[in-house]
T-cell receptor
Framework: AAGVIQSPRHLIKEKRETATLKCYPI?????VYWYQQGPGQDPQFLISFYEKMQSDKGSIPDRFSAQQFSDYHSELNMSSLELGDSALYFCASSKQGRADTQYFGPGTRLTVL | AQSVTQLDSQVPVFEEAPVELRCNYSSSVSVYLFWYVQYPNQGLQLLLK??????LVKGINGFEAEFNKSQTSFHLRKPSVHISDTADYFC?????????????FGQGTRLTINP
């Protein structure tokens, strides 16, 4: 079965650079979530989109923005990167916003030097 | 708002011994409950979930969990662990809102299996 696809899987950036992470949901899933997992931490919710509209917002810095496109894929844009942004970024998708149908992608490991 | 507390940050057990990973949650509304496993350098894999109905939920890899509403707990158990069960385990909760139902995770429990 098709799963959530994230690209790139690994990304290395310098401080103050920008990064774009991409997420392709499971086919027929209309909801996308972004989570950030710092080293040794639990995943923290950043932002979600339901039917291409922002649905909920968590502890996402103002330097980050995200959107969901007409084909339901999503991009997380991160600017003015800081060392503390180094983390594993997970995308998850679900049908109609239902948590019980939420599946996670493999994650993008971002390292900021 | 929901919150999740995993009472043990690390649990070491011997191979073939039983294990229980504890999870308590706080919420003013009805919730869904989940357990996820994360193997080293990998993503999050769903072990099991409780939505409604029977309070004993069976998942993959021989794990099961019991929902206790009065104690607001959702403890994970396995009767006999294997070396391959070494991983981080996260309990999570989601409310039943309209729109995108995000997950709130506990701090995680590192399960280490010793031979």
């Amino acid at each position: 079965a098709a799963g959530v696809i994230q690209s790139p899987r690994h990304l290395i950036k310098e401080k103050r650079e920008t990064a774009t992470l991409k997420c392709y949901p499971i086919p027929r899933h209309d909801t996308v979530y972004w989570y950030q997992q710092g080293p040794g931490q639990d995943p923290q919710f950043l932002i979600s989109f339901y039917e291409k509209m922002q649905s909920d917002k968590g502890s996402i810095p103002d330097r980050f923005s995200a959107q969901q496109f007409s084909d339901y894929h999503s991009e997380l844009n991160m600017s003015s990167l800081e060392l503390g942004d180094s983390a594993l970024y997970f995308c998850a998708s679900s049908k109609q916003g239902r948590a019980d149908t939420q599946y996670f992608g493999p994650g993008t490991r971002l390292t900021v030097l | 708002a929901q919150s999740v507390t995993q009472l043990d940050s690390q649990v070491p057990v011997f191979e073939e011994a039983p294990v229980e990973l504890r999870c308590n949650y706080s919420s003013s509304v009805s919730v869904y409950l989940f357990w996820y496993v994360q193997y080293p350098n990998q993503g999050l894999q769903l072990l099991l979930k409780y939505l409604s109905g029977s309070t004993l939920v069976k998942g993959i890899n021989g794990f099961e969990a019991e929902f206790n509403k009065s104690q607001t707990s959702f403890h994970l158990r396995k009767p006999s662990v294997h070396i391959s069960d070494t991983a981080d385990y996260f309990c999570a909760v989601s409310d039943l809102r309209q729109g995108a139902q995000k997950l709130v995770f506990g701090q995680g429990t590192r399960l280490t299996i010793n031979p």
